[in-house]
């Protein structure tokens, strides 16, 4: 049954009830549920407050996308149904190609995510398992809090930094309130993952 019908049902159920029943003073129809599509967009919209003091016990987490097929539908799906800001978003793959998988390559693709933590972008990580540890602190919500130079009511607003770590080196790197990260993951991997891993994120299928 398509979601169109059982909507239009769950529509007409609704107001037969309300109809039949004799007490009725005057017809309520309750809201209608959320779908899986609509909270997924709420939660990719659902991003640190601008002035939040310390991120590290806001309730908001990262996206674990969970993809039934082996060809990146669900990333298609994303920015077909606009569940992302197409200006916002950045893709980010690591294919098992020598060159993507060299450590330029790594290196590259780990100074992308730090761009879009500064400027505050959507990233989708594809096929990223490699550059996991780098960002440790990041997929946990592990920030550094610091005052910035800007002020608003007299109140100092707090900048928020996230420990990079590649090889030996970790450095801080800036984390815009409004950066928010989904990992793509097939399905079919998920066994293949510790329940940690996949303890940090909010997880939902599409």
Do not use: W
């Not at 609704?14 to 997924?40: D, F, G, H, Y």
């Not at 990146?72 to 020598?98: G, M, N, Y």
């Amino acid at each position: 049954m398509s979601d169109q019908k059982r909507l239009a049902e769950f529509i007409f159920d609704s107001i037969s009830q309300q109809l039949s029943s004799a007490n009725c003073e005057r017809l309520v129809i309750p809201p209608l549920p959320k779908t899986p599509i609509s909270i997924l967009r709420e939660s990719v919209a659902d991003v640190i407050p601008l002035h939040e003091t310390d991120p590290n016990i806001n309730s908001c987490r990262y996206v674990l996308l969970l993809d039934p097929t082996e060809t990146c539908t669900s990333v298609d799906l994303l920015q077909a149904l606009r569940i992302v800001r197409p200006e916002k978003l950045v893709v980010i793959s690591c294919p098992d190609f020598e060159d993507d998988a060299s450590e330029k390559g790594v290196n590259e693709r780990v100074m992308r995510l730090k761009d879009a933590m500064v400027r505050g972008n959507t990233v989708v990580l594809v096929n990223a398992e490699r550059i996991f540890g780098t960002f440790y602190d990041l997929f946990n919500k592990h920030f550094a809090v610091h005052p910035s130079e800007e002020s608003k009511e007299g109140a100092p607003r707090m900048s928020f930094f996230s420990n990079v770590a590649v090889g030996a080196v970790s450095q801080e790197v800036l984390v815009h309130p409004e950066f928010k990260l989904l990992i793509h993951l097939p399905l079919s991997q998920v066994p293949k993952q510790s329940l940690p891993f996949l303890s940090r994120f909010e997880v939902y299928c599409l």
